[in-house]
């Protein structure tokens, strides 16, 4: 099919030769205490294939990951950070030599408002917790001076496609990867997805396989639409 | 040293054989919504070691375990859970098989008091979380009419001492073991760890070691204890 197809030729040719790639992966962790946190089910799977996928591809590749169990990539420098305000920092300070910015990550919307020096007592029966917005990586990083063609992801557990669409106008994004983290063997810590791909004006629905593949996929059509 | 004679003695004669230990370890995580969670550092190394070195000395050993990411112990029963009402539920159903309870585990105080069916979308600037209290699974069984050795463990960032002293006597437990996770180097996440074993009458400091060294000094001192 069309998709392995373009797949295969990248590969060939090292459609991303001479590119500089940053991706991040896996979730952030956001501190209650010097214990506690809120964080998120993401394995960290899907960004390091894509890393693996960009490497193999020929692009000089960097890895803003989160706290995850994978051994890295070969040939991929891997960052590694624990909030949502560190995985900016850490973009952010890689953005004058990258081209191209895929965020897989599944970063931390909110954060505790506070961070308690401590760990929290035990008290009450009930208690509130406020918490206040995270910085939008993707956003903030399509929103800067430098020429970056930026990646988002959008997992959501219904009208999936919609919400992706609105996200990648709304952020002003080159691309967009959907996927339905609600589905049974597919998405966050499993080793299958089922993803489209959207862009302004187009989209194309790839078929649940192996995070490797889907990465790859992924990778083709970045390297398509990035570099027309 | 007496700890170490301890541990060498209680292998050698198999001190648990016959016993029937139920062991919690690992965090919880309580789900916010079908993606984020709440969670802590706990890596279950601590309780992993403990099942192994209760199996060693013959006890029939289950391990109630959070998530974790840790090969289990041979001989060892593992039984998979994610919330604390998870792990609540599966320890009460072993009671009857249990002759000693060891609460490893750290098990969240709190957890969101509803969890959305569907991903939570990006809202406004703050957002305000209600948390409600958890059941104290150590407490619980502690008060249970079943008879059962009930070991503690009391995770501070300070006083550690005089608040695992305090939860022993408020939760009516037999043993409670006080470690410091503010230290650098021991407790969470390392492989590490120093602690003051306590009980009503006494306590006996063990020395900074391998977690399975440390392990197998609780599990001596538990024999000793729970049949004198």
Redesign the interface.
């Known amino acids: 099919d069309i998709i392995a197809r373009a797949a295969a030729d990248m590969f060939e040719t090292g459609a991303l030769q001479g590119k500089r790639v940053v991706i991040t992966a896996g979730p952030t962790r956001e501190a ?1 205490d ?9 394995s960290g799977k899907m960004g390091y294939a894509l890393a693996e996928a960009a490497a193999a591809a020929g692009a000089r590749t960097t890895l803003v990951s989160g706290p995850v ?1 994978i051994t890295p990539p070969e040939r991929v420098e891997v960052v590694n950070v624990t909030s949502a305000r560190d995985m900016l920092d850490a973009c952010e300070s890689r953005l004058e030599e990258c081209d191209i910015f895929i965020a897989c990550a ?1 970063v ?3 954060r505790p ?1 506070d961070v308690q020096e ?3 007592k ?1 008290g ?10 995270n910085p939008d990586i993707v956003a903030s990083i399509a929103a800067s001076e430098h020429a970056v063609f930026t990646v988002g992801f959008a ?4 009208q999936v496609l919609e919400y992706a669409r609105g996200k990648l106008e709304r952020k002003g994004l080159d691309m967009i990867v959907a996927n339905d ?2 589905s049974q063997g597919i998405g ?1 810590n499993s080793d299958e997805n089922e993803v489209t791909v959207l862009w302004p004006g187009g989209e194309v629905a790839m078929p649940r396989a192996r995070k490797s593949t889907v990465a790859a996929g992924i990778i083709a059509q970045i390297a398509m639409r990035q570099d027309p």
Chains 1, 2 share one sequence.
């Open positions: 209650l010097p214990v506690r946190y809120i964080s998120n089910h993401s169990n599944a931390a919307d909110y408002a401590q760990k929290i035990k009450p029966d009930d208690m509130s917790l406020t918490l206040v917005k997992a959501e557990t219904q983290v609600s966050f």
